[in-house]
């Protein structure tokens, strides 16, 4: 029998729950469309969503168990959440954050941060910089500290750079 995730992040929707999901299990490994639930006639007059039409959608990206609700206009995505993607090299940062940034809001991009087309924050960042920040190294980690508050997407290389000091 497999074992049931304690947690499961619930991401609150306007219409787009099955969009959203299908977009997020399309960019990483050991994902998929988990379960779809639908509106139905019944409490039509608090949901107002057309019968048929998606209610929450329980997915899974990269092991990860989340459910997306089509919950209506009611709240929206803040910075306040974010979630953090793991990368081992230059070339997965460079992926992820294109399929996740398409269409989303460039002016929303710092330091390895970005907002995807759904309103929902990502931090793409290589583990590597993680190494870095806790090495304990005070000059090292203040110079790429430094080099990452002037990146969008993070530059592996120019990260190594400054850490070296080069």
Known sequence: MASVQTITPCL??????EEAAQFY??????????SVTRFGKAGFEHHGRPEGSAMTVTYRI??????????GPNF???EAVSFVVRCDSQAEVDR???ALADGGDP?????????DRFGLS??????????MLE???????ERAMAALMDMKKIDLAALRRAYEGA
């Open 12 to 17: 609150w929707f306007d219409g787009r729950a």
């Open 25 to 34: 299990v399309s960019i990483f490994d050991d994902s998929e469309i988990l």
């Open 62 to 71: 990269a092991g990860q168990q989340f459910t997306a609700l089509n919950g």
């Open 76 to 78: 929206r995505f803040t």
């Open 96 to 98: 992820f954050w294109a």
């Open 107 to 115: 002016a929303a991009q710092a330091c390895g941060w970005l907002k």
């Open 122 to 131: 990502w931090q793409i960042v290589p583990a590597e910089l993680y190494a």
């Open 135 to 141: 090495s304990g190294e005070a000059d090292r980690t």
